[in-house]
């Protein structure tokens, strides 16, 4: 049987010496994620906040002022717009109203959640 911890000690040394332009490339990446995001809640999510993130792939959206309007944004985000989102309120009290997005994910399919989303919007309203 081979020892797992061999393979863990290989793999750190490999990221830590070889690692950093995939990390750079990475970390860009996902600031465009989130670049997409704020722009595009600006333009097609009324109601949607997106707070920047100061070191994460987790984008808040702030959805207070929707969330009694609608009836809870989080269950609309998933039942009409197919997308699931991280409810605020299993945070603790304050998270009403929040929900949390995940960008670290191919764009295309971040984009394709945000139409979603959007459209789900528009029938609400």
């Known amino acids: 049987m081979v020892n797992a911890n061999l393979f863990?000690?290989?793999?750190?040394?490999?990221?830590?010496?070889?690692?950093?332009?995939?990390?750079?490339?990475?970390?860009?990446y996902i600031a465009s994620n989130i670049d997409l995001v704020c722009e595009f809640a600006?333009?097609?999510?009324?109601?949607?906040?997106?707070?920047?993130?100061?070191?994460?792939?987790?984008?808040?959206?702030?959805?207070r002022a929707l969330d009694l309007k609608v009836g809870g944004i989080q269950k609309l985000s998933v039942n009409?717009?197919?997308?699931?989102?991280?409810?605020?309120?299993?945070?603790?009290?304050?998270g009403e109203g929040f929900i949390r997005l995940n960008v670290g994910c191919p764009r295309s399919l971040l984009l394709q959640g945000l139409e979603r989303m959007s459209a789900a919007l528009t029938i609400s309203s």
């Open 80 to 94: 009409r717009a197919g997308v699931n989102l991280y409810d605020g309120r299993v945070y603790g009290p304050g």
């Open 42 to 63: 600006t333009e097609h999510l009324p109601g949607i906040t997106p707070i920047r993130p100061d070191a994460s792939f987790l984008v808040w959206l702030d959805a």
């Open 8 to 28: 863990r000690r290989l793999a750190l040394e490999v990221a830590y010496s070889t690692g950093a332009p995939w990390l750079d490339q990475l970390t860009s």
